[in-house]
């Protein structure tokens, strides 16, 4: 099936510093990935949608200077927490859209100190 | 804007019974797609299953089973022979088509717990 690799599975970085999460499409071309977050124990929060070759549409109230969202190819889809801060920490997760459906990937849990 | 509720935060079930989460959602659209999704510690999601809303027809995964009641925007899950894997948090989605197809909504999740 439809395999997205997520990484890295989990980063601590410096408050200040900026972290990159990459979501790679393994087996199928993704046109359009969908990036959310997840607090502990709480539900998932689509933060943006990114599409290859186009501008990413961030949801209402996400900084989208803060989470910077690049989709160059067909494979590859990124997020960058730019100057990061303690409140930044949470579960980062994407969705690679595919010909028969939606795939995740594994996560990221980013914690900011 | 859709919403999705599920009324349960937690429940347990003994290894082998049967038990039925809850999800309602609300929204104006006539085409979408529900789905129930699985995360285990692990924090994967994992795809439950999925239901097109314009089938009258439950969908049934093996174990796996839910109730569509499209008018009156309900959408169980129900898990038969609960194993001790099933042990999970489990989110109701909405998906709709279309316009910004794929956009997913999800409920609070529900903590699924199957006791030895």
């Known amino acids: 099936g439809a395999v997205v690799s997520q990484h890295p599975s989990w980063v601590i970085c410096k408050s200040g510093t900026s972290v990159k999460i990459e979501c790679r499409s393994l087996?199928?071309?993704?046109?359009?990935m969908f990036w959310y977050r997840q607090f502990p124990k709480q539900s998932l929060m689509l933060m943006a949608t990114?599409?290859?070759?186009?501008?990413?549409?961030?949801e209402q109230g996400v900084e989208k200077d803060k989470f910077l969202i690049n989709h160059a190819s067909l494979t590859l889809s990124t997020l960058t927490v730019t100057s990061a801060h303690p409140e930044d920490s949470s579960f980062y997760i994407c969705?690679?859209?595919?010909?028969?459906?939606?795939?995740f990937g594994s996560g990221t849990r980013l914690t900011v100190v | 804007a859709q919403t999705v509720t599920q009324s349960q935060p937690e429940m347990s079930v003994q290894e082998a019974e049967t038990v039925t989460l809850s999800c309602t959602y609300d929204?104006?659209?006539?085409?979408?797609?529900l789905f129930w999704y699985k995360q285990p510690p692990s924090r994967q999601m994992i795809l439950v299953i999925r239901?097109?809303?314009?089938?009258?027809q439950n969908a049934t995964e093996n174990r796996f089973s839910v109730n569509f009641q499209k008018a009156a925007k309900s959408f169980s899950l129900k898990i038969s022979d609960s194993q001790l894997g099933d042990t999970a948090m489990y989110f109701c989605?909405?998906?709709?088509?279309?316009?910004?197809?794929?956009?997913?909504?999800f409920g609070d999740g529900t903590t699924l717990t199957v006791k030895p």
């Open positions: 929204t104006s659209e006539n085409n979408y797609y």
């Open positions: 087996d199928f071309q993704a046109t359009t």
């Open positions: 990114s599409n290859e070759g186009s501008k990413a549409t961030y």
């Open positions: 989605a909405f998906m709709k088509l279309g316009t910004n197809a794929g956009k997913s909504t």
């Open positions: 969705q690679g859209q595919t010909n028969y459906g939606y795939t």
């Open positions: 239901q097109e809303a314009y089938k009258q």
